[in-house]
């Protein structure tokens, strides 16, 4: 049995999550705008498309499927995820995860893949370069390295769904359902 790891960072009120998440997404609009007018590379793609929204969709369900066989078998992401589930999502209510949805499903994924893939070439080199930095943003512990990994193998995907498809809809699609369903699901389970 592993034991419970007590967070590094102090406990948050529901105000505070609430406000570092809008912080957040906000300093990384801030960011993809400057590299976007800096480095004069066009956003990524991001159109309506039927077929694109159901494989973002697809997408999101297979991830949060891998993410709870991730849970059940492997236990220091076990544990990462269990420390960082309690420290965000424990003061949140239920419909605050609307927001924990979208806020970091358009932030991350506009710098992450509308910004950071076009910038670095649009190829292989950048959906690992954009992943590995996708995963260090979830870094919220010196004990959290298998969260890191986790979320790092998440940006692979989500990455080579934009590159594949052309469009930024898919990973946000995706990672906005992700993030709905896997706290939504750890939430109930706490009720």
């Known amino acids: 049995m592993i034991e419970k790891q007590e967070p590094e960072i102090p406990y948050l009120t529901r105000i505070q999550v609430l406000v570092a998440m809008g912080v957040t997404a906000i300093l990384l609009w801030i960011v993809a705008k400057l590299w976007l007018q800096i480095g004069g590379i066009p956003l990524m793609s991001w159109r309506w498309s039927p077929r694109d929204f159901s494989l973002g969709i697809g997408l999101g369900l297979c991830i949060t499927g891998f993410s709870g066989l991730a849970y059940q078998y492997w236990a220091a992401y076990r544990k990462s995820a269990d420390y960082y589930l309690e420290v965000v999502l424990k003061p949140l209510v239920l419909l605050d995860l609307i927001w924990l949805g979208l806020l970091p499903g358009l932030s991350e994924e506009l710098l992450f893949r509308g910004v950071m893939l ?48 052309g469009n930024l809809l898919v990973p946000i699609v995706a990672h906005v359902l992700t993030n709905l369903l896997s706290s939504s699901l750890w939430k109930l389970k706490q009720l």
């Open 118 to 165: 076009p910038g670095l070439g649009m190829n292989h080199f950048a959906v690992i370069l954009s992943s590995l930095c996708f995963g260090v943003l979830h870094l919220s512990g010196s004990q959290q390295w298998s969260y890191v990994i986790w979320a790092t193998v998440v940006g692979l995907f989500l990455g080579y769904s934009a590159l594949l498809s």
